[in-house]
């Protein structure tokens, strides 16, 4: 089983952007914890032939076979999530300490917090925002669902899949990548997977039409290579770097989570995500 380990990739982030808020310094908290965490639950072990029957149907894996997981397998890493969210948004305290006590009275369970197509957590938490519940989610079960996913990932051919949420776990994507040779692929947080997307395309409402669609590029230049897919249909947008510009970026997650300024020019512009970052500092 490989280890989830992003901790290098996260200080060389931290390193690139030395102006970044001190509160986002608290996602290296969760990147220590990961190493530590041992997945724990089995590996889905389908064939080539079950993931494209699913794939073909319209359903992500983890939909179609949710993973069993324990929720003592998992109650250190929501603790962990619930703390970091608990120093940075005094507007949730009351729903945390809701939160827990549902969790230990086996309310709220780690299937609660598996994903439903396009939505992070299927179970909305009362009092938490989207985001919050994302990240909680995102905390909990990365490295159990990477775990349980991770054999399949070879299966999927860019034929396969063409919806814009992820083709193993159902979540909205949380970062795209434009790579080598021009193919966009969108990433997603909750389990690690990645799916190519056509480039003029919203993921969230599917619009297409070009008028609908732009763009935002940035001027600084620690921050070339990096742009935001907005659309004006649905009001999402994505972050997105171009490897073909930056080559020395790091895996989406840690890109994601540094770059919260980015979010912010976003929010101030009127868009929004499905599952946008718990801190919103520059
Ligand atoms: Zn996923
Ligand atoms: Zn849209």
Known sequence: MTVLDLREAWSELIERRPGLSSSVHAYGRVFEA????????????????????????????????????????????????????????????????????????????????????????????????????????????????????????????????????????????????????GRRRLACHVCGGAWTFRRLRCPFCGDDATRNLGRLDFEAPADQGYFISTCARCRGYVKELDQRVRWNGGPPLVEDWGSPHFDLACVRAGYQRPAGPVILAG
């Open 34 to 181: 990961w190493v530590e965490a041992s997945p724990p639950a089995a590996p889905l072990g389908w064939t080539e032939e079950d993931c494209r029957r699913s794939w073909a149907n319209g359903i992500p894996l983890a939909v179609a076979a949710p993973p069993d997981i324990a929720s003592a397998a998992i109650e250190d890493l929501l603790g962990l999530a619930m703390e970091i969210v608990g120093g940075v948004r005094d507007d949730a305290a009351v729903a945390l300490g809701r939160l827990a006590e549902q969790w230990d009275r086996g309310e709220v369970t780690p299937g609660s917090l598996l994903a439903t197509p396009g939505r992070v957590a299927a179970l909305p938490i009362p009092g938490l925002d989207e985001s919050i519940t994302a990240f909680l989610a995102i905390v909990a079960l990365r490295p159990s669902l990477q775990g349980y996913l991770d054999a399949c990932r070879a299966h999927l051919r860019d034929a396969d899949w063409d919806r814009g949420v992820c083709p193993f776990c159902g979540a909205p994507p949380g970062f795209a990548e434009v790579i080598e040779d």
